[in-house]
């Protein structure tokens, strides 16, 4: 019998899209070989950003199914997803698990596992706003948001002109940004696992999202953490190779 290659669907987080993985996929399917891997945009985000975002978690699970059922394509998957992509991932095992066959969540954390100001650094509110918000272009909010969520910021500038022409290309509205701050905030996680298979990653130097948050998952849902020792916020982009071998290993 020809055994049937695992289907990946990956997913960003608030305000990012297919190409903010950047080397990540080609790390992937390195470790993973047949894997076949598909990078969905949220709504709002990507080639959907001219849709308006939902303001819950939910109804951003239902645009994500819609979209596959749409392209024709079925499961179950495993889905592989960050930040707030990991809040979706998490919702969408809740709600339709016989679509999901296994989760990843990165750098994640959910609002009743969580305070805010481990949710989302204090240190960060500042930088944010005079980097991102009061940008003087997409360049420097770009290079704000790197510098923000990377350890390895001098050595990774070359992604910058990528995110930049992204922005330029699809610019995400600060409405939609704001309706996903909000869909973030409002979602409440499942108090137990949702699902039998999943795996926790994260990075203990996140400077963005307090690991801790990752840590409440795991003992709340007595599911695997592995953690990173150095990387940032976007550990797929600081250490890819790192995280498709805990990825293969765990799927091994």
Request: overall charge positive; aromatic content about 8%; glycine content about 8%.
């Amino acid at each position: 019998m020809t055994k049937v290659p695992a289907r990946w669907i990956f997913l960003r987080g608030l305000t990012r899209e297919a190409v903010h993985w950047g080397g990540f996929p080609g790390a992937f399917q390195a470790a993973m070989p047949g894997a076949q891997v598909l990078m969905l945009d949220l709504p709002g985000n990507g080639q959907w950003h001219a849709r308006q975002s939902p303001v819950s978690v939910a109804a951003m699970v239902q645009a994500c199914r819609a979209e596959l059922a749409q392209r024709g394509i079925t499961g179950p998957y495993h889905l592989l997803a960050m930040s707030l992509g990991a809040m979706v991932a998490t919702e969408w095992a809740r709600s339709a698990p016989a679509e999901v066959q296994g989760c990843v969540l990165i750098n994640t954390s959910f609002g009743n596992f969580s305070p805010f100001y481990r949710r989302l650094r204090p240190r960060n509110w500042a930088p944010l706003v005079r980097g991102v918000l009061l940008a003087r272009g997409p360049r420097e909010a770009e290079a704000t948001v790197l510098r923000l969520t990377s350890h390895r910021a001098a050595e990774r500038l070359a992604v910058v002109d990528a995110w930049v022409a992204a922005r330029q290309a699809r610019p995400v509205s600060g409405a939609n940004a704001l309706r996903q701050l909000v869909a973030a905030a409002r979602y409440r996680a499942p108090r137990t696992r949702p699902l039998e298979r999943m795996l926790l990653l994260c990075s203990t130097r996140d400077g963005l999202v307090s690991s801790r948050c990752s840590e409440a998952i795991a003992r709340a849902w007595g599911c695997p953490l592995v953690l990173h020792p150095w990387a940032g916020h976007d550990l797929p982009l600081d250490d890819p190779v790192w995280v498709a071998a805990q990825v293969a290993g765990w799927s091994a």
